[in-house]
């Protein structure tokens, strides 16, 4: 490997999406790997139950003028009506003068993300190809619905802001249209077509094989959490629950749990969560093979193997609170009123996106001299991120001059951590 300080193993410290994309992109390259996670790759954390939308239209960062001038309305449009649970915002004043700041860097901002996320369908295809799962990939786009009045106002203005940013789009087909509006009951029924997205068949199913192929290339899966990193003379002394893990090079790629792992290395990851819910409908015959985002509801509903799973909210407080019972309610009500078969109540589950105050996620290494790296706060858009995300490490990793400019993904933008 042309990287001298790097001739032996590397920790990647969680095994979402992202710490499962990162460990796979390394050992293909030859590199011995730990992966390591208290519970099985894409259990825990918000890579299991997320949309499984690859949203490469979505190269926008959340913050921006006309978000904090039309906050609620702006914040729902993908995934779900916001709101910020008590003492989120006492105690976030400075998360959110960042974020007021980068709102009036989102043009900026946007240049810097979107290079990655437009990468990311090809990324993603080229990523399960490799490792013999390219079944888990559907690249049949996605449709997004309006159905109050001002119906199809809304979805030109739509076409016209995409058609802007270079995203395509196409009126939806008149049959499908109507089987929409018979469904949801709306005579204003207006669609559009994302041909260029694309969704997976299975969240979880992505981690499990992309941990699997690094896995069957030589990395070993160690079950345990990380406590912090230690950095030594000669390698880096990972402290877990069950010992001491010796490496010469750290990955940490722990979500929203990442902060306080960084910190123990004086970087400063100010990562609040954003969660979100999903309930699933199990039988379910999809209307579509595609993704359905019902814009005025602010759900999306994915075809899953063997069910529907529908997502929405973004609940800003603290991950570790327990889920709000009434959200996947309101969820199920959403769903029966645009015309889906499903009982009042049952099971749901809640996870955190791990999002920065700027919606940028921080890629990049730790200063000091042993090589410790971190690619984190992949907020709404981590599954799409994922596998471009394990090529940008396997880069950086290497030394090598990589395809997509990374200096803005530096937590160092943040200020110093500390101790
Ligand atoms: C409702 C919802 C819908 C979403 N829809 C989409 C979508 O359609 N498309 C999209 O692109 N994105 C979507 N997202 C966002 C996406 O799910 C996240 O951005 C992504 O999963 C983040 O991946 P991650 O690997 O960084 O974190 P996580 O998936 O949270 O994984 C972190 C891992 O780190 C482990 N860990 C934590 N602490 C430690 C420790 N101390 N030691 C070792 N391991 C540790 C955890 O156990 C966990 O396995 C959605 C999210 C939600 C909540």
Redesign the pocket.
């Known amino acids: 490997m042309s990287n001298p300080e790097l001739n032996d193993s590397i920790a990647v410290?969680?095994?979402?999406?992202?710490?499962?994309a990162v460990a796979w992109n390394l050992v293909r390259e030859g590199r011995s790997v730990i992966l390591?996670?208290?519970?099985e790759?894409?259990?825990?954390?918000?890579?299991?139950?997320?949309?499984?939308?690859?949203?490469s239209e979505l190269i926008e960062p959340v913050p921006s003028p006309s978000l904090l001038f039309g906050f609620w309305k702006q914040l729902a449009a993908f995934?779900?009506p916001l709101s910020f649970e008590s003492g989120f915002l006492p105690g976030s004043a400075s998360w959110l003068g960042r974020f007021v700041a980068a709102a009036f860097r989102h043009s900026a901002n946007t240049q810097i993300l979107a290079p990655l996320v437009r990468a990311s369908t090809a990324a993603f295809h080229r990523a399960l190809r490799e490792v013999g799962q390219v079944d888990l990939l559907k690249l049949n786009g996605h449709y997004s619905f309006w159905t109050e009045p001002g119906a199809s106002k809304r979805a030109q203005a739509e076409a016209q802001h995409m058609a802007a940013l270079g995203i395509p789009t196409m009126p939806v087909d008149e049959e499908f249209r109507q089987t929409i509006a018979a469904t949801t009951g709306s005579q204003h029924t207006t669609g559009l077509w994302f041909p260029e997205t694309a969704?997976v068949l299975d969240?979880m199913e992505i981690?499990a094989a992309f941990a699997r192929a690094a896995i069957q290339g030589g990395a070993t899966f160690r079950k345990?959490?990380?406590?912090a990193m230690a950095p030594r003379e000669r390698e880096i002394e990972v402290l877990?629950d069950d010992g001491t893990v010796k490496a010469n090079a750290a990955v940490v790629?722990?979500?929203?749990?990442?902060e306080?792992?960084l910190k123990t290395v004086g970087l400063r990851a100010p990562l609040k969560a954003?969660?979100?819910?999903?309930v699933e409908l199990p039988g379910h015959t999809p209307l579509t093979d595609a993704?359905i985002v019902y814009t005025d509801q602010t759900t999306?509903v994915?075809p899953m193997v063997g069910r529907l799973r529908a997502?929405?909210?973004v609940e800003f407080t603290s991950p570790d609170a327990p889920p709000d019972p009434r959200k996947p309610r309101r969820l199920r009500r959403k769903l029966q009123r645009v015309g889906y078969n499903v009982e009042a109540d049952g099971p749901s589950w809640?996870?955190?996106?791990?999002v920065l105050p700027d919606y940028l996620p921080g890629i990049g290494r730790a200063p000091g001299p042993r090589p410790i790296f971190y690619?984190?706060?992949?907020?709404?858009?981590?599954?799409?991120?994922?596998a471009v995300t394990g090529e940008i490490m396997a880069d950086l990793i290497a030394g090598r001059t990589g395809r997509h400019d990374i200096a803005p993904f530096d937590l160092r933008r943040f200020g110093a951590g500390g101790h």
């Open positions: 410290i969680g095994a979402g999406v992202i710490g499962c390591i996670d208290p519970d790759p894409g259990r825990a954390g918000a890579s299991y139950g997320n949309a499984g939308h690859i949203a995934d779900g969704h969240p981690c345990t959490r990380v406590r877990t790629c722990a979500g929203i749990w990442s306080s792992l954003a969660r979100g819910y999903h993704p999306v994915t997502t929405n909210f809640m996870g955190s996106r791990p690619a984190v706060g992949h907020q709404h858009i981590g599954l799409t991120l994922a």
